[in-house]
Every structure is written in C-alpha cells, then in structure tokens.
C-alpha cells in the first residue's frame, strides 16, 4: 500500500536531505510487530501525527514515539483483550472516547503508541462527531503501513476523506465573512489543536502549516469549497475567497454549534487521561515528555 504524498515547501518527506537529520521510524519492524500481536483480526495499520509531518524548522527536533492507528475487526476488540489478560475494567471502557491506546513493546522498551479502534466505531465516531479526536488525527496526512486486503485498504482512505470532509464542515461555521481560502486551510489543520488541552503553542501550529502548506491546501480547500457552495456561502475566485453575505440570523446556530463542539471535545479530552492513565504503560513519562518537547521549542526564537 502506497504512502499518502505529503508535499512541502522545503526538502520532501523521504528526500535524502531530511532522511539525514530527521529520525527514523522503522516501519517495517512496526508492522511487523503490530501484525504478530494483533492477528488476524487487523484490517489496517498506519502511523500519523509528527513521524509522518515533521517541521522543516526544527529537523532535528525529537519528536517522541510514533503514533499508530490499527483498525480492526468489528467485535474482535474484546476478545483480544480477554486473550491479553487485560482487565474487566480496561474491557468496560474499551469502546468509550475511541480509539483505545496501548503502549507498543519490545524488551521492554516502547516502540509507538498504538491506537486500536474497530471498523465500524471508527465510521460511527467520524458520522456523530462527539469530539474531534479522531478526525482531526486523520484528516492530516497518513502512511499507511499494512492493508490486509483491497477493501481494507479502501476503508482507510474512506474514512480518511470522511475526517477530512467533517473538519471542513465544522471550521466553515467559525470563519469570519470574508476569508481567505488559504487562511481556512490554516484553520483546517488547527482545528484539533483548539479541541484539545495541549501543550503545542501557537508556533508549533504555525510552522507545522507553513512546512506543509501545500498538502492542506489541496487536501482542504476543495472541500472547503464544495461545502461553502452548497451553504449559500459565494466563492470569489477572482481574489480566492469565501464571502458569506447569509444573514446573520443564519450564522449564528453554526458559529454555537462549532462552540459546542469545541467545549465538548475538550473535555472529553480531559476525560481521556484517566482512560490513557489505565490502559498505556509508560504514560506519565510520556506526558512529562511531550510537554517539554512542546516547550523547549515554543521557548527557541
């Protein structure tokens, strides 16, 4: 299965200039890990979040373990965890705030933080929404690893586009009157970082977009587009923006809905931890980590 192509205004993903100064991620023992400890039951493999879209800024930033997101079998999540040994508690609250994240190890060290969801709770959360977790994850750039057949593999760009497709929805009811296309493809790919209690500052967003400002623009922007046309908002393509002359009125319940659904994805942010607390081994150190990764690099000038 082919990586998902990843444009950027510096040197490629994969180019022999990154390759030398970003870290490696070995996918292949990833997969092969991943493959061994979850059986059949996978459907599809694939690693997201900064080891896919690293800042050209900082190429030398370290960027802590990789994140994975396996999909599996409808049904098969409880089972395989009674066969883990993992307790009822971990089982009861397997399928609340998806996906479930577990701590992928090898003599005792922790490869990548591996995010388990079954097929149609991934489609469910995606459709209803309740946070922006999943989508805002999967509508930025992918690689995926392993496909267990052409149908799966299909699955996962599905639900790829469908992420991408609700957080064009949602930051088209926030956008002032007049805005920029290229201003709300900005907004796209911030979107999850507003939803969630993070530790990423507002220079961490802006460089992430300006190294990949290419790949959001065209993975954004014609949903954008498509979405406003169909909202009665006036696509300029004289000066390349979006006009929303609506009165109003009429503005207003989708600027309150997007609010809710901020509010609501922060605290099911928050809600997360405890959930993280009990099922990812190492999370504290994780945590502690990231926030001084986050800080040393809003602290650089």
Request: hydrophobic content about 45%; glycine content about 4%.
């Amino acid at each position: 299965m082919q990586a998902i192509a990843v444009p950027t205004d510096s040197a490629p993903i994969g180019s022999p200039e990154e390759r030398a100064t970003t870290q490696e991620v070995d996918c292949a023992q990833l997969t092969s890990l991943c493959q061994s400890w979850l059986g059949p039951v996978l459907r599809t493999l694939c690693l997201f979040g900064s080891q896919v879209v690293p800042h050209a800024a900082q190429p030398n930033e370290a960027r802590g373990v990789p994140d994975l997101l396996a999909i599996l079998d409808d049904g098969a999540l409880d089972p395989w965890l009674r066969r883990q040994g993992r307790g009822v508690l971990l089982r009861m609250v397997r399928h609340h705030l998806a996906p479930l994240t577990l701590a992928l190890s090898t003599g005792g060290q922790t490869l990548a933080k591996l995010n388990l969801v079954e097929s149609r709770s991934l489609f469910a959360v995606l459709t209803r929404l309740p946070d922006v977790y999943l989508a805002g994850r999967l509508s930025k750039a992918l690689h995926p690893l392993y496909s267990r057949d052409a149908a799966c593999e299909r699955e996962l760009a599905a639900a790829a586009d469908l992420a991408a497709l609700q957080i064009a929805r949602q930051v088209l009811c926030g956008l002032p009157r007049v805005c920029d296309l290229a201003d709300a493809a900005q907004a796209c790919a911030a979107l999850s970082y507003r939803a969630e209690l993070r530790p990423e500052g507002k220079r961490k967003l802006q460089a992430l977009f300006a190294t990949h400002r290419r790949f959001f623009i065209a993975r954004f922007v014609p949903l954008l587009t498509q979405e406003a046309i169909r909202r009665g908002i006036h696509h300029d393509r004289d000066s390349d923006c979006l006009r929303d002359e609506r009165p109003t009125a009429q503005r207003i319940p989708a600027w309150l809905s997007l609010s809710c659904l901020l509010w609501r994805s922060r605290l099911r942010s928050l809600l997360r931890w405890p959930k993280q607390m009990l099922s990812y081994r190492g999370w504290w150190s994780y945590a502690v980590d990231k926030v001084r990764r986050a800080r040393r690099y809003e602290s650089r000038s």
